[in-house]
């Protein structure tokens, strides 16, 4: 059973940076794609970004790329979010995600289908 704990939400400013973290206590951590997505009120649930089993590639949708980085430390079974230049429309629930299958590669379409487990999620607000 996977369990995934994101923390470092918030209220910022537009323009303000936050960095999200997302820890893992599975034991194949270090062999699944780690998403992040974002939920906002009245929408369906976005993917933002993917990292490979190895930290080696990533990917990104369009919305967030150039502003928004993921990474992971295998050692610390931890992903994180680094996310600048906020605006307004970044105002969402965020959650961590972990790939169903083992030693794939991170792609711009996945989907929630492709992920088997999912954090609480933490709220990022940002005012204008």
């Known amino acids: 059973q996977v369990q995934l704990v994101e923390s470092g939400g918030g209220l910022v400013q537009a323009g303000d940076s936050l960095r999200l973290s997302c820890a893992a206590s599975?034991?194949?951590?270090?062999?699944?794609?780690m998403a992040w997505f974002r939920q906002a009120p009245g929408k369906e649930r976005d993917f933002l970004a993917a990292?490979?089993?190895?930290?080696?590639?990533?990917s990104y949708a369009d919305s967030v790329k150039g502003r928004f980085t993921i990474s992971r430390d295998n050692a610390k079974n931890t992903v994180w979010l680094q996310m600048n230049s906020l605006k307004p429309e970044d105002t969402a629930v965020y959650y961590c995600?972990?790939?169903?299958?083992?030693?794939?590669?991170?792609?711009?379409?996945?989907?929630?289908?492709?992920?088997?487990?999912w954090g609480q999620g933490t709220q990022v607000t940002v005012s204008s």
């Open positions: 990292i490979g089993w190895n930290g080696g590639s990533t």
């Open positions: 599975v034991l194949t951590f270090n062999r699944k794609v």
């Open positions: 995600a972990a790939d169903k299958y083992l030693w794939r590669q991170p792609i711009s379409t996945m989907r929630e289908a492709d992920f088997g487990s």
